[in-house]
């Protein structure tokens, strides 16, 4: 490469990198391409990088806090292109940025349709930037598609209200303009070769047609020589003529063999058959919406009815009557609104709804799916052994009610096989309830403590009933409308200073229960089983205050045990053995049956035996420090246990 087109594509690499004022300095000094090359790769790291516009030309904030301040932090900038704030620009300045009205944001717009904490940008160093809306009433959209959070990449445009913002990556623009400018080198160095080929060609035909011409001359004055010396003709017969060529009969035959051969074969391909056309090219979007179809299918076998409804319907939409004649569309639909129904007949269930549900599965058509008819029967048998279990709890709690007549409605309802115990139970019971009739003021206890019960049964029937839009709202995850619903009760109940209470109450618990659940929630999808023990502990317990019984205390139940376990766990790896306690109990009390709860029962007390043993080690040394773990393990130990016992006595002596 020549001197000047070196220097030329130095220039316009460095360019990018330096202001116009150091552009000489910079063309000067740097003449190996190797050494500027170098100083770019190592350059990419560092965040002193200004900021450039679209041709390369540095330019200057006009949004910068403090003009004095140096420019620390990442190489990013956001450009405001649209909205009031148009023309403005930004950069980070640490790590997180919030964008928004307030006045304590750190970009604050005039746009009236921006939220006062609209969105947060966070840098994660070479994770990049992370956006996050901050719910706001607008939303966020980025390159003109609705997002909660995304990672941003440079180019990209955030939409907030009537503004629209530009990210700007510095370090990704440079790259950028530093590639377009090697391309551009590099077209230049061909054009140059070619140029430089083509020159070069024009020169050697050149040459090559100097020498033919010279030949030609040289042949042409020699035979201007010989005629030179015939000029003298003394009759018309001297002039020399040229002999006519001698003809050639194998030549003649060859030729019109030849002839008649290309005839023959244009007469053949006149007369023969012409094939069928060739098939028309295929169209791109059948075939596109055939592959969805296939994907639908497998979905579809799989049992993923969902899925394949939408892949169905995506490829229907790309090219209309795929699916004309396979019906997989229709069959998926049917299928996904089978299962549907499936999973309302188990939240009725759970909510002990049966004859609800019941009805409901008797409703529901069958399927021609034999995985989905399976289910089909383990439902049913589901809700069989459900009714009865709730059948039997309303038994025994007309047992110890004392009511025989509605214990004995009850039993009739009950399977043949379990009958006769409760029998047996009603009949002493109304043997009891004879003898007592005897004493007329137990009798009369009686009918008080019936009284009581049922005044207390439809009391509790009336707030059920005022407060089931409350439930019915909770229930569904509309906790700001359940909130809502708690005013309403208050204004219909005026006069019931227990209901009153009651809703005032609610108001309180509920969005303390919302804010907790929904961040259990979120650890709980990110894997995070360990934080999530504390905010589902808190979430059981704000739900056994507020009174409500759903499928949702199941849930609780069940998603709390599972982190309860992972963080006894890591309690115990990291040798935490109070919280580690705690937290096996809490799942003990909710699973007792789970063999890996009692295997870390099992390990809470192999940790206390060896805390007893430092205890008693150090007891000369430090008597208050092991006083204070023989103290935990006696709270901890066992009940009836041998740790326990020595615990205690160790105790006894360390404090006389």
């Known amino acids: ?45 560092s965040y002193d990088t200004g900021s450039y516009d679209e041709d390369g030309t540095p330019v200057q904030e006009d949004d910068d806090d403090n003009p004095d301040a140096t420019r620390a932090g990442p190489p990013l900038t956001l450009e405001i292109i649209e909205g009031p704030d148009k023309g403005r620009r930004k950069r980070f300045r640490g790590v997180r940025m919030v964008i928004g009205r307030g006045q304590d944001c750190d970009v604050v717009l005039l746009d009236q349709s921006v939220s006062r904490r609209h969105v947060e940008l966070v840098f994660g160093g070479e994770n990049g930037v992370l956006l996050r809306d901050l719910v706001s009433g607008n939303g966020t959209r980025v390159n003109d598609e609705r997002v909660e959070d995304c990672k941003l990449k440079h180019d990209d ?25 090697e391309e551009a080198e590099r077209k230049e160095k061909e054009e140059a070769e070619r140029k ?58 060859v030729a019109g063999v030849l002839v008649l051969l290309v005839a023959l074969i244009g007469v053949g391909a006149l007369f023969s058959k012409r094939g069928p056309p060739p098939p028309p090219p295929p169209n791109p979007k059948q075939e ?98 459900g009714e009865v279990a709730f059948l039997v709890k309303q038994v025994e709690a007309a047992l110890e009610a004392q009511d025989a007549e509605g214990a004995r409605a009850l ?76 005013d309403r009760v208050i204004e219909d109940h005026s006069d019931d200073k227990e209901i009153r209470d009651r809703a005032k109450a609610l108001k309180k618990l509920i969005p303390q229960f919302a804010r907790l659940y929904q961040d259990a929630q979120r650890k709980l999808q990110a894997n995070a089983l360990e934080s999530a023990a504390r905010p589902l502990r808190s979430a059981a317990d704000l739900y056994r205050q507020m009174g409500f019984k759903g499928a949702l205390g199941d849930t609780l139940n069940g998603q709390l045990a599972s982190s309860a376990v992972v963080a006894g766990k890591a309690a115990l790896a990291r040798n935490d053995v109070a919280n580690a306690a705690t937290y096996f109990n809490e799942a003990l009390r909710l699973n007792p049956d789970d063999p890996k709860v009692q295997s870390g029962m099992e390990a809470i007390q192999g940790k206390l035996s060896d805390l007893f043993k430092q205890a008693y080690i150090q007891r000369d040394r430090d008597p208050e420090g092991s006083a204070e773990k023989f103290r935990l393990i006696a709270q901890l130990a066992a009940e009836g246990s041998e740790l326990k016992s020595r615990a205690q006595a160790q105790l006894q002596a360390l404090e006389q």
């Not at 004055?221 to 003809?247: L, W």
């Not at 269930?349 to 289910?375: H, V």
């Open 196 to 253: 430089a080929r083509e020159k070069e060609e024009a020169k050697k035909k050149a040459a090559e047609a100097a020498a033919a011409g010279g030949e030609e001359g040289a042949n042409a004055e020699g035979v201007d020589g010989e005629k030179d010396k015939k000029t003298q003709i003394r009759s018309i017969k001297d002039i020399p003529r040229r002999a006519p060529p001698k003809s050639n009969p194998v030549g003649l035959i």
């Open 1 to 45: 490469m020549p001197a000047s087109q070196d220097r030329t594509r130095i220039k316009s690499v460095s360019a990018v990198r330096r202001p116009a004022a150091q552009e000489e300095e910079a063309y000067e000094s740097s003449e190996d391409t190797g050494d500027v090359a170098g100083n770019e790769s190592g350059d990419e790291g």
């Open 411 to 486: 039993i009739q309802r009950l399977p043949l096989e379990r009958q006769p115990l409760y029998l047996g139970k009603v009949g002493d019971l109304e043997a009891m309830l004879a003898e007592a009739a005897k004493d007329a003021a137990a009798q009369d206890r009686a009918q008080r403590a019936a009284a009581a019960r049922r005044a207390k049964e439809q009391r509790e029937a009336f707030i059920a009933s005022a407060f089931s839009g409350v439930e019915s709202r909770f229930n569904a995850g509309d906790y700001s409308r359940a909130v809502l619903e708690c």
């Open 157 to 181: 445009v955030i939409a907030i209200g009537r503004t629209r913002i530009r990210f700007v990556d510095e370090q990704e623009r440079i790259k950028q303009m530093r590639v377009a400018a």
């Open 288 to 385: 596109q919406a055939r592959g969805l179809m296939k994907e639908a299918r497998v979905a579809f076998r799989m049992g993923e009815y969902e899925k394949a409804v939408k892949l169905a319907e995506e490829a229907d939409a790309t090219f209309a009557g795929v699916d004309a004649e396979g019906g997989l569309l229709d069959a998926a639909r049917k299928e996904l609104a089978i299962v549907e129904a499936y999973a309302q007949v188990r939240q009725l269930a759970g909510e002990n709804k049966f004859t609800e549900a019941r009805e409901l599965l008797t409703k529901t058509p069958t399927s021609t799916m034999q995985p989905t008819e399976q289910q089909r029967e383990t439902l049913d048998a589901e809700l069989a052994l």
